[in-house]
């Protein structure tokens, strides 16, 4: 009972002494003091950022708050790494354009509508499109992991998938995690009290054990079952209309789209990756040659100080038999005539962080394909584009801007 009551106190202290909240498996906190969130100044909406904000909502507006936390590799990595890192401090943006940067919480006001809120820390795989109404409030948690190994998660499928970007569930201010690990020890105390009381319900132990045991992989398993059937379920898609924009699929678990008989369909994923800054740009950022707290925010974050310039990616530009098409680092389908049709996919000029001193090489930033589309049939098209964004250790500008889609 008193190792019980030990672990139940150490579980309570977890969030808030500061030893042990890196323990926690969401981490608000930034990993160091000079990356706490703040607005970018690039930003196009109203912003409110923080480690807590308190709540509030609004008559005309929606609020939308989104969590940006961090994870330590997994212990179990295979391939534990100390190389420097991608940049990966969390970039939240609203519609292509960035709202805030660092790790906290970011409260955004925007009108009521359609937007796609994303969060790019080091690749662009974490976004979601959300129908707001007036007055409504939606929170949001992200989760990215630190070190080299972060690269491994720019797309789904990782058993251990530390990478997440969902819709807040966790009630109050405990995370749902430590409410579990609370009851699970509860659990284990007063079973171990009604033993000690009464020896002899020791004798049906085994046979309870084995029947938790069963119920837990049942249940595991009809939940997988039930998300495999979700993720083959088919939408069969209306006709166009004229002003029809691509729809938005999810990032992780795209729905299966069909188009309506006598069309075709589009799928077009979009995604990048930030590229490691060069030796020579990290000995600039760090002031000369980095010292060993510098070297290890490289290892960690993937650059040694805080740049005044928080590089962003912009969205893409896409033309559909020379039409621009709305796009963003996204999966998206659209639904098209059969027959053949021109695509064109480029990263455009950055429109902020660039100045006459910035070098530039957009040479490789422009994809052009000519693809045939098959009545009742999605041609599914994936691009990848390299970005490498230096800033500049001094202004707030890029250093250098260079893109490759391949």
Same mark, same amino acid.
């Given at each position: 009972?008193?190792?019980?009551?030990?672990?139940?106190?150490?579980?309570?202290?977890?969030?808030?002494?500061? &030893?042990? /909240?890196?323990?926690?498996?969401?981490?608000?906190?930034?990993?160091?003091?000079?990356?706490?969130?703040?607005?970018?100044?690039?930003?196009?909406?109203?912003?409110?950022?923080?480690?807590?904000?308190?709540?509030?909502?609004?008559?005309?507006?929606?609020?939308?708050?989104?969590?940006?936390?961090?994870?330590?590799?997994?212990?179990?990595?295979?391939?534990?790494?100390?190389?420097?890192?991608?940049?990966?401090?969390?970039?939240?943006?609203?519609?292509?354009?960035?709202?805030?940067?660092?790790?906290?919480?970011?409260?955004?006001?925007?009108?009521?509508?359609?937007?796609?809120?994303?969060?790019?820390?080091?690749?662009?795989?974490?976004?979601?499109?959300?129908?707001?109404?007036?007055?409504?409030?939606?929170?949001?948690?992200?989760?990215?992991?630190?070190?080299?190994?972060?690269?491994?998660? !720019?797309?789904?499928?990782?058993?251990?998938?530390?990478?997440?970007?969902?819709?807040?569930?966790?009630?109050?201010?405990?995370?749902?995690?430590?409410?579990?690990?609370?009851?699970?020890?509860?659990?284990?105390?007063?079973?171990?009290?009604?033993?000690?009381?009464?020896?002899?319900?020791?004798?049906?132990?085994?046979?309870?054990?084995?029947?938790? &045991?069963?119920?837990? &992989?049942?249940?595991?398993?009809?939940?997988?079952?039930?998300?495999?059937?979700?993720? /083959?379920?088919?939408?069969?898609?209306?006709?166009?209309?004229?002003?029809?924009?691509?729809?938005?699929?999810?990032?992780?678990?795209?729905?299966?789209?069909?188009?309506?008989?006598?069309?075709?369909?589009?799928?077009?994923?979009?995604?990048?990756?930030?590229?490691?800054?060069?030796?020579?740009?990290?000995?600039?950022?760090?002031?000369?040659?980095?010292?060993?707290?510098?070297?290890?925010?490289?290892?960690?974050? &993937?650059?040694?100080?805080?740049?005044?310039?928080?590089?962003?990616?912009?969205?893409?530009?896409?033309?559909?038999?020379?039409?621009?098409?709305?796009?963003?680092?996204?999966?998206?389908?659209?639904?098209?005539?059969?027959?053949?049709?021109?695509?064109?996919?480029?990263?455009?000029?950055?429109?902020?962080?660039?100045?006459? !001193?910035?070098?530039?090489?957009?040479?490789?930033?422009?994809?052009?394909?000519?693809?045939?589309?098959?009545?009742?049939?999605?041609?599914?098209?994936?691009?990848?584009?390299?970005?490498?964004?230096?800033?500049?250790?001094?202004?707030?500008?890029?250093?250098?801007?260079?893109?490759?889609?391949?």
């Amino acid at each position: 009972m008193a190792f019980a009551l030990a672990a139940a106190a150490l579980l309570l202290a977890w969030p808030v002494l500061p &030893g042990l /909240r890196r323990l926690g498996p969401f981490k608000v906190f930034p990993p160091f003091r000079a990356w706490a969130v703040r607005p970018h100044p690039d930003a196009a909406v109203e912003v409110r950022t923080g480690r807590r904000l308190d709540a509030r909502t609004s008559a005309t507006d929606a609020i939308v708050v989104v969590r940006t936390a961090w994870r330590n590799q997994d212990s179990r990595e295979a391939r534990p790494s100390l190389r420097a890192s991608r940049p990966l401090a969390p970039v939240v943006s609203v519609d292509g354009v960035p709202a805030s940067w660092g790790w906290g919480a970011t409260e955004l006001t925007l009108t009521p509508g359609t937007h796609l809120v994303a969060v790019a820390g080091g690749h662009s795989r974490c976004y979601r499109q959300v129908a707001l109404a007036a007055g409504e409030r939606l929170e949001l948690d992200y989760a990215g992991v630190l070190g080299d190994t972060a690269d491994r998660f !720019a797309l789904p499928g990782e058993l251990r998938d530390p990478v997440s970007f969902m819709e807040r569930r966790r009630p109050g201010s405990v995370a749902l995690y430590y409410l579990l690990l609370l009851g699970g020890v509860a659990a284990a105390a007063a079973l171990t009290w009604t033993a000690l009381a009464n020896p002899g319900i020791l004798a049906a132990a085994p046979a309870a054990a084995i029947t938790v &045991g069963l119920g837990i &992989g049942a249940a595991a398993i009809i939940a997988a079952l039930r998300k495999q059937a979700r993720l /083959r379920r088919v939408a069969v898609a209306a006709p166009p209309a004229a002003d029809d924009e691509p729809v938005v699929l999810d990032a992780d678990e795209p729905a299966r789209m069909a188009p309506a008989p006598g069309w075709a369909g589009l799928g077009l994923h979009l995604r990048y990756t930030l590229d490691r800054y060069p030796p020579e740009a990290v000995a600039a950022l760090a002031g000369g040659k980095p010292n060993p707290l510098q070297r290890w925010r490289t290892v960690r974050i &993937g650059e040694p100080a805080a740049p005044e310039c928080r590089p962003w990616v912009p969205a893409p530009e896409v033309l559909l038999d020379g039409e621009p098409v709305a796009a963003g680092w996204t999966r998206t389908w659209t639904q098209l005539a059969p027959g053949d049709h021109d695509l064109v996919v480029r990263i455009p000029q950055h429109p902020t962080q660039t100045r006459p !001193a910035t070098t530039v090489d957009l040479t490789r930033a422009e994809h052009r394909t000519r693809f045939h589309a098959a009545p009742g049939e999605t041609t599914a098209i994936a691009l990848h584009a390299t970005v490498t964004a230096i800033p500049s250790p001094k202004g707030p500008h890029l250093a250098s801007y260079s893109a490759a889609l391949h």
